[in-house]
């Protein structure tokens, strides 16, 4: 009887792990058990903050679209485990935000990551030479937006909001930011 009940408990185990994994999803990449997954792109690069040079920041970044290039990093003022979020950075494809945005707010609020990697100043981290070569291939086609949190004593937000900059920022002319634009495609599409 004993042996009758531990094949029943065996076929059941058996029968529940072929529901439970199908020939689709054999294969196929679990699916982000939340939107928080996948910032594992490590960077790190030094901000202006207020008028001061801070940093470096560390940022974990995740690509959210490939084409245009859309990215957001979470950055941390360190690598320690419990440090709190203090900034967050919007990087956009260049034909997204000079497209889009006025001369004026980019030169304010928006930084060329082009000229932000040629300074040296930005390290991809946790790579081979050759991926972090590719990371910051790709990143030197976006520009960044940095917002940053206040945060006081025992790392309590103040609720004061910042706005970063890339350390060596250069505003635009007029004549740059319309030659960094691209042309309107057929049909309207930018």
Not at 123 to 148: C, R
Not at 150 to 158: A, C, R
Request: proline residues 8%; aromatic residues 6%.
């Amino acid at each position: 009887m004993l042996q009758l009940i531990s094949r029943f408990f065996a076929l059941l185990v058996l029968c529940c792990y072929a529901i439970a994994v199908t020939p689709s999803q054999a294969g196929a990449p679990a699916a982000p058990k939340s939107p928080a997954e996948g910032y594992n792109i490590h960077v790190s690069a030094p901000h202006v903050m207020d008028g001061h040079v801070g940093g470096p920041y560390h940022h974990y970044c995740k690509v959210m679209q490939p084409e245009p290039v859309q990215i957001v990093c979470l950055i941390y003022d360190t690598t320690d485990a419990n440090a709190p979020l203090s900034q967050v950075e919007y990087i956009q494809a260049k034909s997204l935000t000079r497209n889009n945005l006025s001369r004026a707010d980019w030169n304010k609020l928006w930084h060329d990551h082009t000229q932000e990697i040629a300074t040296g100043r930005v390290q991809v981290h946790d790579m081979a030479p050759d991926q972090a070569k590719q990371v910051a291939d790709l990143v030197s086609t976006t520009d960044g937006i940095i917002f940053g949190f206040e945060l006081g004593p025992k790392n309590i937000p103040t609720g004061r909001m910042m706005r970063g900059q890339s350390v060596g920022h250069r505003p635009l002319s007029e004549a740059e930011f319309r030659a960094s634009q691209t042309p309107a495609k057929p049909g309207g599409n930018k």
